[in-house]
């Protein structure tokens, strides 16, 4: 039993680490940090550097947020084995017109879950035992995307065990998400806005999230909650836009008591 349970550890770990985080945050990685030209350069949203120290301090806590993915993952397993999912592995189970309708609805149920346990995340009672150790990156790196301190990974981790657990999804849908999801946070991390101006004030991008949102959220803090979208911030009166200026990131005073 414990051999079992061990090998599906591993197996998970390495499909987790490969799947949610090598390779969407070595993508941004590379593409904007290793290759310093002078058109990154200019993308480049703040005047602060992450140094070598916030890049190892990511990686850590990184890791050891995977160690406890995959353990939860282990558990989720064997409820998917005991038919206790909304898994479905049979094509014809559902018409085909289900996968992206599914893929899009997990989108916009995760957004919405996101924006409020991140809220909920940023109250002084839980932010300083929950997200202290995220906002430690005011200028933060795609190695970030996954670092969080033990009680976040359960509200992280949360919203895929509802998910599973109710929404029926094909595990191609679920990997693909998986994949998508990643690189949509490692993109928010990366610090450099790729996306033109113009078209993130499009009718149909306006209320999407660029770059700029969530690293306005590590640099500011108490703004840009959502995770996709910014519907949830503009109705609660929590959306920022870009700043004219590159910003200097300095914490509040709020979050310097935090820490």
Not at 22 to 35: E, L, N, S, T
Request: net charge neutral; charged share 15%; proline share 5%.
């Amino acid at each position: 039993m414990i051999a079992r349970y061990f090998a599906e550890f591993a197996v998970i770990f390495v499909v987790l680490s490969l799947l949610t985080y090598i390779v969407p945050a070595g993508i941004f990685y590379w593409f904007f940090f290793m290759r310093r030209n002078e058109t990154n350069e200019e993308m480049r949203i703040q005047e602060r550097r992450p140094t070598s120290a916030d890049i190892r301090r990511e990686l850590k806590d990184s890791f050891y947020s995977l160690v406890l993915f995959s353990a939860y993952s282990v558990f989720l397993y064997d409820a998917y084995q005991a038919g206790h999912t909304a898994i479905y592995l049979r094509l014809n189970q559902y018409p085909l017109w289900w996968i992206p309708v599914s893929f899009f609805l997990a989108m916009f149920l995760h957004d919405t879950y996101f924006y409020f346990t991140h809220r909920l995340m940023h109250t002084r009672a839980l932010f300083r035992i929950c997200h202290t150790r995220h906002h430690k990156s005011l200028t933060p790196t795609p190695w970030a995307i996954l670092s969080f301190q033990p009680l976040e990974t359960v509200f992280q981790f949360g919203f895929f065990a509802l998910l599973i657990t109710f929404v029926p999804l094909h595990p191609i849908t679920l990997v693909v998400y998986l994949l998508y999801d990643e690189l949509v946070n490692a993109a928010g991390h990366c610090g450099h806005e790729f996306i033109p101006e113009e078209m993130q004030h499009h009718w149909l991008l306006k209320y999407s999230n660029a770059v700029t949102h969530h690293d306005l959220h590590h640099s500011k803090v108490r703004c840009n909650y959502g995770h996709y979208f910014n519907f949830w911030d503009r109705v609660m009166g929590t959306f920022a836009d870009r700043a004219p200026e590159k910003i200097e990131a300095r914490p509040t005073t709020l979050e310097r008591s935090l820490n």
